[in-house]
């Protein structure tokens, strides 16, 4: 009888280090076959992209959430399709505003339907950011879900904090999830032989009777993703600009942009702005921007770029 396909679920709020996670694991795990299924709200899979450049192959699920029910079918169809592939782990990276509380209910309506392998769902790792935690929490339920729902949980950009904060933060994962394994790290530089380990103990023990099952993730309440494709070169002083002016108004940003200063990897979080020169060129820049602001968010959009642009730009 063949081995079951190992499933891990990959959770952390938007910007947390969930991409530069897998991009280790990948060297962490090499010589194993893995799989990676990534959830994104928006249509722009910044991630995937990075991954293929790595040579790995990637199935993306866009424009929602695989917890919710506008993308729960094509999340179920995938897990069957890679069933019948000869892998040995496979990662599911979910979009940052995920709450994963219904998974194993997922995975339910997975059997007999798997034409290969079974999976066994090993449990899942969670990505904190240290630097927006405590901020984050008290605003956004899903960041609570994943902490409950987690087996590993790492307190990613440590470097960035002091000892103070993050004992803080420390004390508040414990005090949601005290039996998840909470290691602390930089650039998600972690010893990987935890995932040749069985977390599924850690899992079921973590999970107290009283945790929700049904996820928050509805068609209504899902972020909106904006996405600007465009063409030309333009000047980095006043990219920066709009990117300033739009921080209040967005939940994350980030894409590729062809600057007057070469092609940059825009990787933005909160306040937190990461633009760095890039060898990937795209046909077009293309910027995605998350936000749960609605009309007025949008209406931003529009605005901080003719304020910096005379290039009209269309939104998708």
Known sequence: MEKPIHLFLLTGFLGAGKT?????MIDGLRGNKIGIIMNEFGDLSVDG????????????????????????????????????????YLFVESSGMADPSNIETLLTEVIGKAKGRSYDYAGAVCIVDAVNFMEQFDILLPIERQILAASYIIINKSDLSDEGELARIEAKIRQ???????????????????VKQNLEEVQQKAIAENHPKSSLN??????????????????????????????????????????DTGWKKIDISGMHVEMEATDIVREQSELVIISTQGLPALMQIYEQWDNCFDVD????
């Not at 005290?178 to 998600?188: I, K």
């Open 313 to 316: 730009i269309e939104l998708e």
């Open 20 to 24: 530069t996670f897998l991009q280790r």
């Open 176 to 194: 949601l999830n005290p039996l998840a394994r909470v290691v602390r790290s930089s650039f998600c530089q972690v010893d990987f032989e935890f």
């Open 218 to 259: 509805t068609p209504g309440n899902k972020p909106v993703a904006h996405t600007i494709r465009i063409g030309g070169i333009f000047a980095e002083a006043k990219f920066r600009e709009f990117i300033r002016n739009m921080l209040p108004w967005s939940l994350r940003m980030k894409g590729f942009f062809h600057l």
């Open 49 to 88: 992209i990075l991954l293929r450049e790595q040579g790995m192959e990637v199935c993306e699920l866009n424009q929602g959430s695989v917890f919710c029910s506008c993308l729960k079918g094509a999340f179920v169809d995938s897990l069957v399709d890679y069933s019948m592939l000869p892998i040995e």
